[in-house]
């Protein structure tokens, strides 16, 4: 497996600290056409994001701001990306036995200004989204752009650390620990966010849903 120097990094991360920072990690080409898909898709592909799932979910300016698309195989920069999720998927599925069933993601468009405030991206107990996983978008992103993306740790409000949106930058974290935020830009910031997720499916009820 090409990547698995990379997935054997991510691994070792997540084992003992909970979170990986990979800079370029995201293979150049995968990186280079999703890229140029996320700017050819026509506005109305887009929707605005909200907070929560199915009943739950709120759309709200003062919470985030940033604008969507959620990625299928459809293209063949997305099925590049869903395949090469899995592999991280089984790879880590194998090291660390998080029994991650399912993969979800989309697009993010954030324009200049736009921002998502700190939160987390799965609650503890729900047994949902187990595992973050974010990616940017963005060539030649310089830090005084702005749009860094901020992880804190589960106590506390002294931030871990600060990444920039630079593209192939590759962010992976447990859901359920680490809040975290996105912070205005001076300008468009293209990334993608996905989620792990395990099987939680009880009787007549079906999680994850299709």
């Given at each position: 497996m090409a990547e698995q120097p990379l997935f054997e990094?991510?691994?070792?991360?997540?084992?003992?600290q909970g979170y990986s920072v990979r800079e370029a990690a995201?293979?150049?080409?995968?990186?280079?056409?999703?890229?140029?898909?996320?700017r050819s898709l026509p506005d109305d592909s887009f929707s605005r994001a909200g907070i929560g799932r199915q009943q739950d979910h709120l759309k709200t300016e003062q919470v985030r701001r940033d604008e969507i698309c959620w990625i299928d195989d459809s293209t063949s920069a997305g099925a590049d990306w869903l395949e090469?999720?899995?592999?991280?998927?089984?790879?880590?599925n194998r090291r660390l036995f998080l029994g991650?069933?399912?993969f979800e993601s989309h697009f993010a468009h954030y324009?200049?200004?736009?921002?998502?405030?700190?939160?987390?991206?799965?609650?503890?107990?729900?047994?949902?989204r187990v595992l973050?996983?974010?990616?940017?978008?963005?060539?030649?992103?310089?830090?005084?752009?702005?749009?860094?993306?901020?992880?804190?740790?589960?106590?506390?409000?002294?931030?871990?650390?600060?990444?920039?949106p630079a593209m192939g930058t590759l962010v992976v974290f447990l859901s359920e620990e680490f809040p975290h935020e996105v912070l205005p830009a001076d300008r468009d910031r293209y990334s993608i966010a996905g989620w792990y997720r395990i099987n939680s499916s009880a009787g007549s009820s079906v999680d994850p849903e299709s």
């Amino acid at each position: 497996m090409a990547e698995q120097p990379l997935f054997e990094q991510i691994a070792n991360d997540i084992y003992s600290q909970g979170y990986s920072v990979r800079e370029a990690a995201l293979p150049a080409s995968l990186a280079s056409a999703l890229a140029e898909q996320v700017r050819s898709l026509p506005d109305d592909s887009f929707s605005r994001a909200g907070i929560g799932r199915q009943q739950d979910h709120l759309k709200t300016e003062q919470v985030r701001r940033d604008e969507i698309c959620w990625i299928d195989d459809s293209t063949s920069a997305g099925a590049d990306w869903l395949e090469w999720t899995g592999e991280l998927q089984n790879y880590i599925n194998r090291r660390l036995f998080l029994g991650l069933f399912s993969f979800e993601s989309h697009f993010a468009h954030y324009r200049a200004g736009d921002f998502y405030k700190t939160h987390l991206d799965a609650f503890r107990g729900q047994q949902n989204r187990v595992l973050t996983v974010v990616t940017y978008l963005n060539p030649d992103w310089q830090r005084e752009y702005g749009g860094d993306l901020v992880i804190y740790p589960e106590q506390g409000d002294a931030p871990l650390m600060h990444v920039p949106p630079a593209m192939g930058t590759l962010v992976v974290f447990l859901s359920e620990e680490f809040p975290h935020e996105v912070l205005p830009a001076d300008r468009d910031r293209y990334s993608i966010a996905g989620w792990y997720r395990i099987n939680s499916s009880a009787g007549s009820s079906v999680d994850p849903e299709s």
